[in-house]
Each structure stands twice: as structure tokens, then as C-alpha cells.
């Protein structure tokens, strides 16, 4: 039987929290929350409610921090069954970070502060399934600056051919995601800083089959 | 020459950095709400801005609630500067938290590059957003099927009606229906007129989707 999950923003007051869990069946309830958040009465309240939830602290004003932390959940969670998203709770930057999460995961995400409101979000549309198997698997492989020579021979030996691993190096540099120059008279491709933000959607992707 | 949008609060620290630091800036666009203290945030932008020579606009939102209402005039206006200024930079800090999620939808819809500063050092902080067509996500004839419904939500269809509307048989159109349901697109409720009858409906926000 599928373990559902619902992953919620928390803050100081527990009131944000409370609406999603009312709404939003779960069998499993992860709170990610700043530290001091879960050393408040608040959170002791809701560990009241729920004494099996578990908690992921992070610093709620780190957007990349809250963002990946609430993505291991959702990659942990996704393996048990469903997961959900309340985005409700915590700093601004929490309920901006499970947004994003919940874009670029492909998760079904609520806003229950007032009227419940579901984010536009498309189950299942994973960030990662927009880009082509060579382009992922470059995103995987590239994680700092190759010769084009050595990127080339390193792809063809997963299966794929010279011709698409070029289109896909083009591909990947216009939308920002690669540079190339070169140096003492060689191609060179290297990973911009947009990419390494975006690579753990790709973990554990299949290269060409 | 840069265009910068922003969201404002109560705070006019929370938009300033990006003013100073966007280089070539020709013109500040920037959404905040009908509360005093938002429009005493205006007041102090608008002065700030004055100062440096830089044209301002402060959009005053109806309801800085309301993600939805938000996300598509920011989305509107967004589109309407890129056609004389490709250059389009946003600042998502200030405001409330809808209208910095509603932002943060268009920037990722419209793949501009989006900052935030930091509450305690105002330092500012890139987001790591990438543009992604989500709608692309869906096959043509799952979107055609949205975008009609997209097109068409106050008139109310059942799954016959809608297959004799996009001229496909009953089951292909069932067919759709499920992948667009399974995927949050499309809702079934019962029809007010007829309880007996379901009606389809594309879910709130799907118009930012396939837009």
C-alpha cells in the first residue's frame, strides 16, 4: 500500500500548518522548518498532533538550501508513494523555495493560508523530463571544465553519436547552461553556475538506452 | 538597456540593491499593494529612483492576494516591455508572499533572470530558475483540449459535449481526460444546472500554463 506523504513549510506558528493537514489526506508528514522554529512552542503543538512527523531543519533564508533539502524529501518520499506539498509556512523564502521545488519536481502544491489555492503546478512534469537524454547526460557528466575532445569520447562511450552530443552542447549553451572557449588551442566546455543549481534533478538518470 | 521588475512591501530596502546594481538601467516597473505603509514604500522608490534619473512605474495590484490576478498582469506587462526591451530583470523580494510567488511563476514562464535580497544583510541573492515550457509537458492534442477548455471556462462541458466541440470520438477524448486529470490540469465537479451531470473544468492558474 502507497505511503502518501505531505510535505510541509513550517514556522513559528503552527495555525499555517494546521489548514494543510486538515485538507491534504497523508499517512507520512515531513515539516521542514528553520532550527529555531522547531525549539518553539508552536512546533511542540504539532509534534502534539503528529508525534511520528519528521523533521528536516534548514536555514529559512537560504532559498538553494531550503529548495534542495525539500527536493531530497520529495526524491526520498517518491519512492513510498504520492507526495504533496503545503508551501504555507515558515519565511517567505521557505514558501518560495517549496514552490520552486514543487515546479521543478513535478509535485502537487497547496498554499492554505485564507482559501486553500493549488499552485499551478503539472503532476509529474519533472524539470528534468524537458531535456533530451544526450543534454541530461552531459548535465550529469560535465561538473567542471573538459576539453570538447574529452566530453565527446566520454558521451559516445554511453551510446550516444558525435553529431548529437554537438547539438546538445548547443542546445545546453543557449539556454545558458554550458560555455565553451578555448584554450591554448582547444575546445573547452564547462558547466555555468545555472547548471550545477539544476544537476541533482538529474542524479540517477539512465544515459541512452 | 535593462528593464527591472520588482515587488514591493512595506520595505524600500528590499528593492533598492537591485536598483543600484542593475547596470544600464532604463526604467524600474515595480507591483505593490493598497496598504499605507506599501504606498509609503512607493513614495520612497519613486523619490530614490527620481534621484538617479531613472524612470519609474509603480503598478498599484487590486488585490496582492490573489495569485492568479497577479501572476497574469505581471505576465501581461512583462511581455509588453520585452517586445521594445529584451533585457528584463526581477527583483521578487518585497511584497507579499503571493505576489513573490506570483513573480517568481512569471520568471520562470518567461525564463527572466530573478533575484532576491536578503531580509537581514540585503545582500542579493540570484535564484536558480531555468525556463521551462511546462506546458510542452503535455502531448498537442492533451493541450489543444486545455486550451479550449482554457479558452471556454465559463461555459459548461461534459465529456460528450466537449468531444462534439474538438470533433474526436467519445473514448479518444476520455483518453485525453484522464492524462490532463492525472496530471492536475482538468478538474470534473458537478454541474450546478444538473447535479446529475459532471462538467469539466481546466483548474485555476492553467492559463499562466499554456498561455
Given amino acids: 500500500m502507497p505511503a502518501r506523504t505531505l510535505i510541509a ?3 513559528f506558528d503552527e495555525r499555517h500548518v494546521l489548514p494543510a493537514l486538515r485538507l491534504l489526506p497523508y499517512d507520512r508528514l515531513v515539516a521542514v522548518g528553520g532550527r529555531d522554529a522547531f525549539r518553539a512552542p508552536a512546533f511542540r503543538r504539532l509534534l502534539s498532533i503528529e508525534p511520528d512527523l519528521q523533521r528536516f531543519p534548514v536555514d529559512p533564508f537560504d532559498l538553494q538550501e531550503c529548495m534542495e533539502a525539500i527536493e531530497r524529501c520529495v526524491h526520498v518520499a517518491q519512492r513510498e508513494g504520492p507526495v504533496r506539498i503545503s508551501a504555507t509556512g515558515g519565511t517567505k523564502i521557505l514558501t518560495m523555495a517549496a514552490f520552486l521545488a514543487a515546479f521543478q519536481e513535478g509535485v502537487e502544491a497547496w498554499y492554505c493560508d485564507g482559501p486553500p489555492l493549488r499552485l499551478p503546478v503539472l503532476r509529474g512534469a519533472r524539470l528534468a523530463d524537458a531535456f533530451p537524454a544526450a ?27 558525435r553529431r548529437t552530443v554537438m547539438a546538445a552542447i548547443l542546445s545546453l549553451g543557449r539556454k545558458g547552461l554550458v560555455q565553451s572557449s578555448k584554450r591554448t588551442g582547444r575546445d573547452v566546455v564547462r558547466p555555468s553556475p545555472e547548471l550545477a543549481s539544476i544537476r541533482s534533478h538529474f542524479a540517477g538518470r539512465p544515459g541512452k538506452a | 538597456m535593462a528593464v527591472l521588475f520588482g515587488t514591493l512591501g512595506w520595505r524600500p530596502q528590499s528593492l533598492v540593491p537591485s536598483i543600484r546594481s542593475t547596470e544600464s538601467l532604463e526604467r524600474l516597473v515595480f507591483y505593490h499593494s493598497d496598504h499605507a505603509k506599501s504606498r509609503d514604500a512607493r513614495a520612497k522608490v519613486m523619490e530614490f529612483c527620481r534621484s538617479l534619473g531613472v524612470p519609474a512605474t509603480g503598478v498599484e495590484l487590486s488585490d496582492a492576494f490573489d495569485l492568479f490576478a497577479c501572476a497574469g498582469q505581471i505576465r501581461e506587462d512583462v511581455r509588453r516591455e520585452r517586445a521594445s526591451s529584451p533585457d528584463l530583470r526581477f527583483n521578487i523580494a518585497g511584497g507579499t508572499r503571493l505576489m513573490s510567488c506570483a513573480a517568481l511563476l512569471v520568471c520562470l514562464l518567461e525564463g527572466i533572470p530573478a533575484t532576491y535580497v536578503h531580509d537581514e544583510t540585503y545582500r542579493e541573492i540570484p535564484l536558480p530558475l531555468l525556463r521551462i515550457s511546462y506546458g510542452a509537458t503535455l502531448t498537442p492534442k492533451e493541450r489543444e483540449v486545455l486550451e479550449f477548455l482554457v479558452k471556454n471556462r465559463d461555459k459548461p462541458f461534459s465529456e460528450t459535449t466537449l ?49
Fill in chain 1, 9 to 11: 513549510t513550517v514556522g
Fill in chain 1, 135 to 161: 543534454e541530461a547526460a552531459i548535465i550529469v557528466h560535465l561538473r567542471k571544465a573538459m576539453s570538447l575532445e574529452s566530453l565527446l569520447a566520454a558521451l559516445t562511450e554511453l551510446g550516444f553519436a
Fill in chain 2, 163 to 211: 468531444a462534439r466541440a474538438l470533433g474526436v470520438h467519445k473514448a479518444t477524448m476520455n483518453h485525453h481526460l484522464r492524462g490532463l486529470e492525472a496530471a492536475g490540469a482538468v478538474e470534473r465537479r458537478r454541474d450546478p444546472a444538473d447535479a446529475r451531470r459532471l462538467i469539466l473544468q481546466a483548474s485555476p492558474g492553467m492559463e499562466l500554463l499554456v498561455g
